[in-house]
């Protein structure tokens, strides 16, 4: 893991993020029932609370400028978005939201690799990090620029499915440039040319790109009265982000608290999908299937 | 700790949070996707060791983006989930 540590006793940030965890399944089930659902948002806000503020007391922190001024212009923006939308944009903003918690992700796992980069590039790292990193950047991208669109989508621009000759392969094209990129991080292998001797992870910022354009592909053909469902499986893809740089970062809470979020949106959107009487290959790829229901409902 | 010991945490979590959806009342598909939203930005602790640690330019700059962008998420998504459930006060289902 990165930084070095302060003076706490080396059990405290571990025991820190256990209570963490703890606050967070215990918060996620109370918000599956109306009438604990308020209490369950606050446990997991407390559970929040603790896990980043054991993060910051315990890590070495030799740019405290920057990081503080980045905590103040994130929960000043944060607040002021939550507290002036309508009720009836709320959804957007959600939207919103998790595509920044997913670009997050994806630029965390960018700055481990360049910070951890060895003198032979991304070889000298450990596979698993490289590749919970391509992880990482794949879903992160997808996420970010996905979210985007279905915001967008919701707050009234370009609502109607975006439909056009080739759609599968252009799709498939970019996805094939993702993994290749992928393959090329986790290998150690430079990209041609001039990214060959790039000390910023040439490798990775192409798959990072790959996976934007392809969030934006996924989504516009999608229609505007479906996007409630696109963006719980978003959702469900940042929590997956998130636990894919905990694997990146060597870090348990991220690892416990993105999966369950993965996990439990990945649930919740085919929960929805048969509330409306679809599969979700439907919803998203249209076409397909013929609102036949899904998977088994637990 | 070793892959082998957050792949264990991985899978463990999966089940847990697979178990813990169950019969979600419709009113509640969007407050508890707001919710989960929320507690993703989780990743802002990773955010705040890569933009403290202050290792290169390029790396500090990547980091105060990723803490903006996941405080952002943290602070907006609770904030926006506590407005949606205040409608749930005192509620007796």
Redesign the interface.
Known sequence: ???STAGLPPATLSLAYLVA?VL??L???A?????T??R???L??A??VV??GV??LW??????V??F???L???A???W???S?D?TD??Q??GL??G??????A??A???L??RLGPTGTATLPV?TTTAAAVTGLVGGVTFWGSLVAAGKLQGYVEDPLKYPGEDALKAAFLAVAVIAGGALVTGIDLPGALATAT?VPSYWVLVAAASVLGILLVVPIGGADM?VV??LL?AC??L???A???A?????????????????L??TV??CE?MNRSLTNVLFGGYGTGAPGEDA? | ?G?VE?LT??VL??????????K?????????????????????????????????T???V?????????????????????????R??G???
């Open positions: 893991m990165l930084g965890a967070f399944i918060g996620l089930r918000l599956t029932h109306p009438r659902a308020r369950g948002n606050l997991s806000a559970g929040m896990a980043v993060t910051l890590f070495e922190i030799l740019s405290p920057v990081l001024a980045g905590l212009v994130g929960a923006l944060g607040a978005l939550a507290t939308v009720t709320m959804p903003l959600v939201f998790n920044f918690g997913g670009g997050a992700s630029l965390v960018g700055a481990e360049v910070t698993e910023w409630p963006i719980a959702n940042s929590g982000a998130a636990a740089t905990g694997f970062l060597d870090n348990s809470v991220l690892i416990v608290a993105g999966t369950l979020v993965g996990a439990s949106g649930i919740l929960v929805m509330s637990p | 700790m892959f957050n945490l991985f979590a999966a089940f847990v949070g697979y178990e813990v959806i169950t979600i009342p419709a009113t509640l598909h969007t407050p508890l996707i707001s919710g989960t939203n929320a507690i993703s930005g989780i990743t802002l602790i990773g955010a705040v060791v890569v933009a403290g640690a202050g290792h290169s390029l790396a500090t990547l980091g105060f983006l990723a803490v903006v962008m996941a405080t952002t998420n943290v602070v907006g998504g609770y904030l926006v989930s506590h407005r949606m459930l205040e749930f006060r509620r007796e289902d």
